[in-house]
């Protein structure tokens, strides 16, 4: 018989790749972890993590289980869901990871009605420039720049939105109109720090600022938008975002304009947890009140 607590801390170690990590995450010591291990070793019979200094690696064996011990995971989560909110009071945590014009600008509005439908659920919001990993629960829901063509995932387009390049009317009459391409290598820009962005899908438009005067990197998005709001230069920014601020003017919209897709991804373990479908059904919601403003 295997046991479950050993189970849990497989798929602590699994998904850290660090004894030391797994602990923390689940308050124990390591010495403890690495005890847990060496029984459900015992009980299979077979070896499942490779040691070394660098931390474990999963072997043959231990991805075989991994399958398995994710779906008794989802298993113990959705029974205790059901015992203990029959009253269908969700709770519990989700970790909700976007992008970070997204999450800032059209989730986060609107987090305040989701909490008071569901004062149990701990949502945490985590909007980054970074990749992050379902697998390794990096995440519970998962809202990328593409569609994940491996692993057990279940994905779905969220919504599409446009980028385009903004610059403050204060901006535009210090430094005049800007009427071609050509024009903007006499501009000053605001822009990403591009060796920080892990989705590629935001770095097709950096040959625009080649060239030209940087004024500011930064590698948060609200950053941009309000350096570029004060004037400082041209950034490349989320239409929904820059739309909704009066301070800023579309330039060149057509002639450097890109779209992009949202698409929200979860492990197919986990679809059916009650308190993850509720925020799915309100990234839907919030996503479908903010629809005209993600198409501007």
Do not use: C
């Not at 010495?31 to 043959?60: C, Q, Y």
């Not at 290598?185 to 040959?207: G, I």
């Not at 919030?286 to 005209?292: D, F």
């Amino acid at each position: 018989m295997l046991n479950w607590d050993d189970i849990r801390v497989f798929l602590a170690v699994a998904r850290s790749g660090r004894f030391i990590t797994a602990g923390q995450k689940l308050g124990i010591d390591h010495t403890t972890v690495a005890r847990r291990i060496t029984s459900l070793e015992t009980s299979m019979g077979s070896r499942l993590l490779d040691r070394s200094p660098r931390g474990v690696a999963l072997t043959l064996e231990g991805k075989r289980l991994l399958g398995h011990a994710m779906r008794v995971e989802e298993e113990m989560l959705s029974a205790a869901e059901d015992v203990a909110h029959a009253d269908e009071r969700l709770a519990g945590p989700v970790r909700l990871a976007t992008p970070a014009g997204l999450g800032t600008y059209i989730i986060a509005p609107e987090v305040a009605s989701f909490i008071k439908s569901y004062p149990d659920i701990e949502l945490s919001l985590i909007p980054e420039t970074k990749a992050f990993s379902l697998a390794a629960r990096e995440a519970d829901i998962l809202v990328g720049l593409n569609r994940p063509m491996h692993g057990n995932l279940v994905s779905q387009r969220l919504a599409d939105y446009w980028l385009g390049l903004y610059a403050s009317q204060d901006y535009l009459d210090q430094h005049g109109k800007i009427e071609s391409v050509a024009d903007l290598s006499a501009h000053s820009f605001v822009w990403s720090v591009t060796d920080l962005v892990d989705f590629n899908e935001l770095k097709v438009l950096d040959h625009i600022a080649k060239g030209s005067r940087i004024a500011l990197r930064s590698s948060s998005i609200t950053v941009q938008h309000i350096a570029v709001a004060s004037g400082l230069g041209i950034g490349l920014l989320h239409g929904f975002a820059a739309a909704q601020d009066a301070r800023m003017v579309a330039v060149l919209p057509d002639k450097v304009r890109e779209m992009r897709t949202y698409w929200l991804t979860i492990h197919s373990n986990y679809r059916n947890l009650p308190r993850v479908r509720a925020v799915i059904d309100f990234l839907h919601a919030s996503v479908a009140k903010h629809r005209l403003h993600l198409m501007t």
